[in-house]
């Protein structure tokens, strides 16, 4: 019964990537794919918590603690970068 | 008593992947960047904390719960600055707001 739940749980949260996909095409702006990203981050950090626990592997909830570590980072790269419409 | 408390997490698994659909539903529909930002970093991060919450049940030891909840809290400020820090660069790249009489 968890496994069937928790792995219909993980089938969900890959439907919701493909959203962020169709996000990542149709965004009029760069900040709309960067919301994409953001998506992506949290979903997969989900994710793999779910499988930690569907698979009984611990070493995924490691890998997850680094994913969310390593989310902002992204952010702090796209901000920092100048935009196409930056009027300076 | 043990399969109680599988529901009980299941249950908060399912809640959580109900916030995660809100979120992708609210950067799909949304009209602007902000909305659809403001839609998904709380929706995401509240569906995060329910399965954060759910697993830590299931789960049953308290190592494990206690690294989740480390995950949901830098989940949390993670979340909280990338919102802020999109939203600041696209008010200076000039993002339109979209006024409530515009249709999609």
């Not at chain 1, 919301?35 to 009984?56: C, D, P």
Request: proline content about 2%; some cysteine; charged content about 10%.
């Amino acid at each position: 019964m968890t496994a069937t739940v928790l792995g219909l749980a993980v089938v969900f949260l890959l439907l919701n990537l493909l959203a962020g996909l169709w996000r990542i095409g149709a965004g009029p702006t760069a900040a709309d794919r960067m919301l994409a990203v953001l998506l992506f981050g949290s979903t997969t950090v989900a994710l793999l918590l779910i499988m930690a626990q569907w698979l009984g592997d611990a070493s995924l909830r490691t890998v997850a603690l680094l994913f969310v570590v390593l989310a902002t980072i992204v952010t702090l790269a796209f901000v920092g970068t100048p935009s196409d419409q930056e009027r300076s | 008593m043990n399969g109680a408390i599988e529901t009980v997490g299941l249950v908060l698994v399912i809640a959580g992947c109900v916030f995660y659909a809100a979120g992708t539903i609210g950067l799909l529909r949304f009209p602007d960047v902000y909305s659809r930002l403001h839609a998904l970093t709380k929706a995401d991060n509240q569906g995060l904390l329910l399965v954060c919450l759910g697993l830590a049940v299931l789960a049953g030891s308290v190592q494990v719960a206690f690294l989740l909840i480390v995950v949901w809290s830098v989940g949390l400020v993670a979340a909280a600055v990338s919102a802020h820090l999109i939203a600041r660069h696209a008010r200076h790249a000039g993002e339109p707001h979209a006024s409530r009489e515009t249709e999609r």
